[in-house]
């Protein structure tokens, strides 16, 4: 069981269920519980446990789809590691991607269908369709591929937001008539947008800078194959360029968002200032470092960048402290 976890993985899948649930109860509902007019949300927990399984479903499917066909990359890439058609025929191996996705794609209808919202499955079937696109043509692609990884995880926050707002919408709409003149202009789902916006944008550059540099990892792999990513086509050292500048515009973005356009609680505090600053800032600014050493060690850097996407995501919870 353990092994097929490995496959799945549940570690990214987990990032998934707390990118959720830290938008739900630690920003959503601090913002509805704060405001002038305490409206509690449509959407119940029974409702983002069910949207959470569903998404991870799809993001599961993904990775299985993703290892079939990468299994030749892989052989050379990962030559220690154990893979999935190592454990698995392929006829198996077709068969649970299909039961993952078609799963996800089920549920997310089933609740789609139950908030009568039900055009919102279409967050679900983009999203299947997009990790098959990537992992049938563009796995090995200038970009392409880390575009749509990259948009993939941009979607996470995106398609709760959705969902969230929706819902809350069709309970309230004459509330929002009323007290606001507006739905996103100004009160609760104002601040959820920005907050949302900012967190996926975050994801899809993170994201970005990750896959290209986990092409560098595997640019062996891909060489022998034939692969058409960004190393092979402009070289290590142009690519690591690439990958700086980046990170500058990461750093750069963060620091205007976070520093500059944000003025309001709890953004202003020093702790929130500080929080932002030692665990985006300065380890960006340390992968830069790396990739100016003559071997840089990417496997590292990989992990750093994952590791500054989860105090990302954690943030939320001094949203929830100091709002």
């Known amino acids: 069981m353990v092994k097929y976890l490995h496959f799945l993985r549940w570690k990214n899948l987990a990032i998934i269920a707390v990118i959720i649930f830290s938008l739900k109860y630690w920003v959503f509902e601090t913002l509805t519980n704060t405001g002038l007019i305490r ?7 029974l409702h983002t446990l069910l949207l959470t399984i569903s998404i991870v479903l799809v993001a599961a499917g993904g990775y299985v789809i993703n290892d079939m066909n990468d299994t030749l990359a892989d052989r050379v890439n990962k030559s220690d590691q154990t893979l999935l058609l190592d454990v698995l025929s392929e006829n198996q191996a077709q068969l649970l991607y299909f039961g993952l996705t078609l799963s996800g794609i089920g549920l997310g209808l089933y609740l789609a269908s139950e908030l009568k919202l039900y055009q919102l499955i279409i967050f679900h079937l983009g999203s299947s369709a997009l990790l098959w696109i990537y ?13 749509i990884v990259s948009i993939l995880s941009a979607l996470v926050p995106l398609t709760y937001f959705c ?3 929706r819902s809350y919408i069709a309970s309230y709409d ?15 789902l104002s601040g959820f947008w920005n907050y949302t916006l900012v967190l996926a944008i975050f994801a899809f550059i993170y994201t970005l800078i990750r896959e290209i540099i986990k092409d560098l990892e595997d640019l062996e792999g891909d060489k022998k194959l034939d692969g058409d990513t960004l190393p092979l086509a402009i070289g290590t050292s142009n690519t690591l360029w690439i990958v700086r500048a980046l990170l500058v515009l990461a750093v750069s973005g963060v620091l205007l968002v976070y520093y500059i356009k944000l003025q309001s609680p709890p953004f202003d505090s020093i702790i929130f200032h500080g929080y932002i600053f030692f665990t985006l800032v300065l380890p ?11 071997e840089m060690d990417y496997e590292k850097a990989s992990r750093i960048l994952k590791i500054i996407m989860l105090f990302g995501i954690l943030s939320s919870y001094l949203f929830y402290t100091f709002q």
């Open 174 to 188: 004459k509330v929002f008539e009323i007290q606001y003149n507006s739905y996103f202009a100004v009160g609760p």
């Open 163 to 165: 969902f969230e707002t």
């Open 135 to 147: 992992s049938s043509y563009f796995k090995s692609s200038i970009l392409i591929g880390n575009i």
């Open 39 to 45: 409206l509690p949300s449509a959407f119940t927990f």
């Open 284 to 294: 960006s600014l340390y992968i830069i470092w790396l990739s100016f050493k003559t």
